[in-house]
C-alpha cells in the first residue's frame, strides 16, 4: 500500500510563502505522476501542479508564476513552493501520486493539509 505523507501548511498572510512536502512511501519516479491538487470549501478538487516522472511540469494557470514544483528522487519527497500567496489560495492540498499498469490507473492520495491565506 502506498502512503503519501503531506506537511508545511498553515496560516500565512497575503504575500507570503509556504512549502509544501509531500514524503512518498515508495519511489517517486515509479509513478506516471506526482503532484498537488486543491480543494477549497464547497468546491471541487483541483489540479495544481504535477510532474511527470521524466521531469516534465504542469501547472494550474491559478499557479503559473507562483508555484513551483520540484521533487528529490533520493528522498521520495515532492515538493510545492508557494509564492505570493493569496487568500483564493485557500485550500486543503493534497498530494497526489498516479500509479500506471497494463491493468489501468491508480490514484493514491495524502490526507491533506490546511492552507489558509489571510487577507
Known amino acids: 500500500q502506498v502512503q503519501l505523507v503531506e506537511s508545511g501548511g498553515g496560516l500565512v498572510q497575503a504575500g507570503g510563502s509556504l512549502r509544501l512536502s509531500c514524503a512518498v512511501s515508495r519511489s517517486i519516479i515509479s509513478f506516471k505522476t506526482t503532484g498537488w491538487y486543491r480543494q477549497a470549501p464547497g468546491k471541487q478538487r483541483d489540479l495544481v501542479a504535477t510532474?511527470?516522472?521524466?521531469?516534465?511540469?504542469n501547472y494550474a494557470d491559478s499557479a503559473k508564476g507562483r508555484f513551483t514544483i520540484s521533487r528529490d528522487n533520493a528522498k521520495n519527497t515532492v515538493y510545492l513552493q508557494m509564492n505570493t500567496l493569496k487568500p483564493e489560495d485557500t485550500a486543503v492540498y493534497y498530494c497526489?501520486?498516479?500509479?500506471?499498469?497494463?491493468?489501468?490507473?491508480?490514484?493514491?492520495w495524502g490526507q491533506g493539509t490546511q492552507v489558509t491565506v489571510s487577507s
Open positions: 497526489n501520486a498516479l500509479a500506471d499498469s497494463v491493468f489501468g490507473n491508480t490514484n493514491y
Open positions: 510532474v511527470t516522472r521524466t521531469g516534465a511540469t
